[in-house]
């Protein structure tokens, strides 16, 4: 995986794309808490949300570590399933419309 990262990181630094991910990620990063075990799971709850079982069953169909997608829909919405972006972007991943 780091090898493919870095190819693409090197075919695509000539393009604004390489330079938007660039600046979101590590010229302005989010404050992050962590808020979850060394298990992947709340403190407090022993899960990491509400949407778990359907994560899981998603994560299964797909063959990919459930964790994976829980920590894609924190990133992008926090699990706020009513949550919407000014780009367009709504729901839990924050899928485009497009």
């Given at each position: 995986?780091?090898?493919t990262l870095n190819t693409?990181?090197?075919k695509e630094k000539s393009e604004s794309t390489f330079h938007i991910?660039?600046?979101?990620?590590?010229?302005?990063?989010?404050?992050?808490?962590?808020?979850?075990?060394?298990?992947?799971?709340s403190r407090r709850s022993g899960t990491i949300s509400k949407y778990d079982a359907i994560i899981k069953?998603?994560?299964?169909?797909?063959d990919?570590?459930?964790r994976l997608i829980a920590a894609i829909v924190a990133?992008?919405?926090?699990?706020?399933?009513d949550a919407q972006a000014w780009t367009g972007a709504a729901g839990l991943m924050q899928i485009m419309p497009e």
């Amino acid at each position: 995986m780091l090898a493919t990262l870095n190819t693409w990181f090197d075919k695509e630094k000539s393009e604004s794309t390489f330079h938007i991910i660039y600046n979101k990620y590590f010229r302005n990063p989010k404050r992050s808490l962590a808020i979850f075990n060394n298990n992947g799971q709340s403190r407090r709850s022993g899960t990491i949300s509400k949407y778990d079982a359907i994560i899981k069953a998603a994560a299964k169909k797909i063959d990919v570590d459930w964790r994976l997608i829980a920590a894609i829909v924190a990133h992008e919405s926090k699990f706020d399933k009513d949550a919407q972006a000014w780009t367009g972007a709504a729901g839990l991943m924050q899928i485009m419309p497009e």
